[in-house]
């Protein structure tokens, strides 16, 4: 069984969660890791009041897959950390019905989940410093 880790010193500090983001921009998996942690119960929220079940599963993942690629896009002064995340969450569920669009998981040859899960238990290997 999953254990569900509630952090709402974050949640009430925008800008801890924004140190955490620009942590996870430089590669840090442990501050990705506790981004997850903090936002993963609004990310969910908000994916099933679209879909259900393994569906809004593979968006909420993919939702944090997205931002651990695209964070240092977003690490600016005054960012609302949660309000973007959440904003990719609710983009990708309204594109699941969508067949101009070419994003969400059911698109993919791999598994969301299974990448988000390895990508927050493995934390001793960094993403490339030439990623753009």
Same mark, same amino acid.
């Given at each position: 069984?999953?254990?569900?880790?509630?952090?709402?010193?974050?949640?009430?500090?925008?800008?801890?969660?924004l140190?955490?983001?620009?942590?996870?921009?430089?590669?840090?998996? +442990?501050?990705?890791?506790?981004?997850?942690?903090?936002?993963?119960?609004?990310?969910?929220?908000a994916?099933?009041?679209?879909?259900?079940?393994?569906r809004? +599963?593979?968006?909420?993942?993919?939702?944090?897959?997205?931002?651990?690629?695209?964070?240092?896009?977003?690490?600016?002064?005054?960012?609302?950390?949660?309000g973007?995340?959440i904003?990719?969450?609710?983009?990708?569920?309204?594109?699941?019905?969508?067949?101009?669009?070419?994003?969400?998981?059911?698109?993919?040859?791999?598994?969301?989940?299974?990448?988000?899960?390895?990508?927050?238990?493995?934390? +001793?290997?960094?993403?490339?410093?030439?990623?753009?």
């Open positions: 069984m999953d254990t569900v880790v509630f952090l709402p010193e974050y949640r009430r500090e925008p800008a801890r969660l140190r955490l983001l620009r942590r996870a921009a430089a590669a840090d998996r +442990d501050a990705f890791t506790r981004l997850y942690q903090a936002l993963a119960p609004d990310v969910d929220a994916v099933h009041v679209t879909l259900g079940g393994e809004a +599963d593979e968006v909420a993942a993919a939702t944090f897959l997205e931002a651990w690629q695209s964070a240092d896009l977003h690490t600016a002064p005054g960012t609302d950390v949660a973007w995340i904003g990719i969450a609710a983009r990708r569920a309204g594109e699941q019905d969508d067949p101009r669009v070419r994003s969400h998981p059911s698109q993919h040859t791999y598994s969301p989940g299974e990448t988000l899960a390895g990508l927050l238990q493995r934390r +001793d290997t960094r993403r490339s410093p030439f990623r753009r």
